[in-house]
Structures are given as C-alpha cells and as structure tokens.
Nanobody, 123 residues
C-alpha cells in the first residue's frame, strides 16, 4: 500500500501560479510512473499530466500544455506539479497517482491515489 499526500493547493487569481507536491511515505516512488489528475464539481476526473519513473519524460493534456510542468525528486520521494498562467477552468481537486505504465491517461491504469488538494482560480 502506497500512501500519497498532496499539498500546495489554495486560492489564486487568474494568471497566477501554484506548485503542488505529492509525497509518499514509507515507500519509494522511483519505481512508479506518476500522474496528476483533477476533478471539477459535477465533472469526471480528468488527466492533467504524467511523468516517467526516472523523470526524463513528461506528457500533458492539451488543456495545460505549455502552462503546467511536472517534475520529480526521487531522493525526496516527491512529485511536483508547477502550474502557471492559471485560468478559472483549472479549478478543481488535484490528485496524484501511481502507475506501472508510463503514457496512460485513463484513471483505470493508476493504482494508488492521494486524497487530493483543492485549487481554486478566481477570475
């Protein structure tokens, strides 16, 4: 069982930035590729971006490409989501999750999930 804890969410004005963190305790994240997802009220959870286990490859949803950046520090067992140029439509609960397979966008391919952190972008 891998326990993931997201942090860094909050309220920000449109055009602002936030950096989310996803930390794992008691287990090393270096064996997993990772993904970030978000869920707005009344909507399905959607893929935001993913990163390979080593951190050398990333891929993003078109809606965030060029604005969001995923990175990881395996020595610290932490994955990050840097969000710039935030828009009101980026509002939602953001989740990190582990997967054994890099490149997937479907929630069904992710096994362990954090509890989520709220991001609210005001216009």
């Amino acid at each position: 069982q891998v326990q993931l804890v997201e942090s860094g969410g909050g309220l920000v004005q449109a055009g602002g930035s936030l950096r989310l963190s996803c930390a794992a305790s008691e287990h090393t994240l270096s064996m997993y590729a990772m993904g970030w997802f978000r869920q707005a009220p009344g909507k399905e959870r959607e893929f935001v971006g993913g990163i390979s286990s080593s951190g050398d490859k990333q891929y993003y949803a078109d809606s965030v490409k060029g604005r969001f950046t995923i990175s990881r520090d395996n020595a610290k067992n932490t994955v990050y989501l840097q969000m710039n140029s935030l828009k009101p439509e980026d509002t939602g609960v953001y989740y990190c999750a582990t997967t054994h397979w890099y490149g997937y966008r479907d929630t069904g391919n992710y096994n362990y999930w954090g509890q989520g952190t709220q991001v609210t972008v005001s216009s």
